[in-house]
């Protein structure tokens, strides 16, 4: 059994995925039921997800997505639309932000959610990658995401082809201050 740490070192961000290899419903579930394990702001629970596995749907969703993440994901055989509900965390009962982040805190809660779920499939011996460069309109209308949803990212799941070496990372000297 793999530790935390050694989960944590080996996802990647895979761009070449086995177009052979298909992943089962229950295996998402398990993906989606990690994430829901994160945190969230006063417990609001406002992350979404719209997971895409026919291979219609999926050609369609690839059509929505800009530059080259279209081939990125071309063989992913789950894409996982994610969105979270706006205006809930980080909003006071009567509207207003509680501080200058707003909605920022629905994009965190999500990112929280996210991470868990990357890394529970690197423990389940999936890959993974957040796609940002998409078209939000036409994902929104193609899924019928409510207009009270903001659409974030794109999570391709697969199973890799091949290597995908460990980028660099900064020295923490870099990132950290310690007061």
Known sequence: MKTFDEIIRERRSVRHYDPDRKI????????????????????QQTSRYHVVVSDDMREKLKGCLLSQNQQTVKDAPVLIVTTFVKGIVGFE??????NELGDGWGIYDLG??????LLKATDLGLDSIVLGLRDAGAIRRLLNIPEEEVVVSVIGIGYRCGDAARPPRKALTEIAEFY
């Open 24 to 43: 089962s419903r229950e295996v998402v579930e398990q993906l989606i039921g990690a994430a829901m394990e994160a945190p969230s702001w006063k417990n």
């Open 112 to 117: 929280l959610h996210n991470a868990l779920l």
């Open 93 to 98: 009962k009567d509207g207003t932000p509680t």
